[in-house]
């Protein structure tokens, strides 16, 4: 864990989203709290992230997301020498049947 980051309102924060009981409860939070451009680019990250994980090539990650090859370098970047925390929310999304598609549930 980046040590920089553990402060008061960045916990605060993260207990904020531990408190959400459910996707309702998400959007009005997230709506709250993010600009419309906001959600967008963390839901790009995620899905590019995602991508990435499934072995898809830039190409491809471009033309699904509108991602730029900068964005796709940061989180392949995150993937590869960060923290593990895409991978840990994608083996736990999988185990619930959540795989980002339009159908989940």
């Known amino acids: 864990m980046n040590e920089k980051l ?5 916990e605060l924060l993260f ?3 531990l408190e959400l009981r459910d996707m309702e409860e998400c ?4 709506e ?3 600009t419309v451009q906001e959600l967008k ?3 790009q990250r995620i899905h590019v992230a995602k991508m990435l994980s499934e072995n898809k090539v830039y190409s491809d ?3 699904q997301t509108g991602a730029s090859t900068a964005t796709i370098s940061r989180v392949n970047r995150s993937l590869h020498y960060g923290c593990d ?7 736990r999304l999988k185990q619930k ?3 980002g598609g339009e159908n989940d549930k």
């Open 97 to 99: 049947g959540i795989t």
């Open 15 to 17: 207990h904020a989203v």
């Open 32 to 34: 709250d709290l993010c």
């Open 27 to 30: 959007y009005k939070f997230f």
């Open 61 to 63: 990650i471009v033309a």
């Open 41 to 43: 680019a963390l839901s």
């Open 85 to 91: 925390g895409y991978e840990a929310i994608f083996e």
């Open 6 to 10: 553990k402060e008061f309102h960045v």
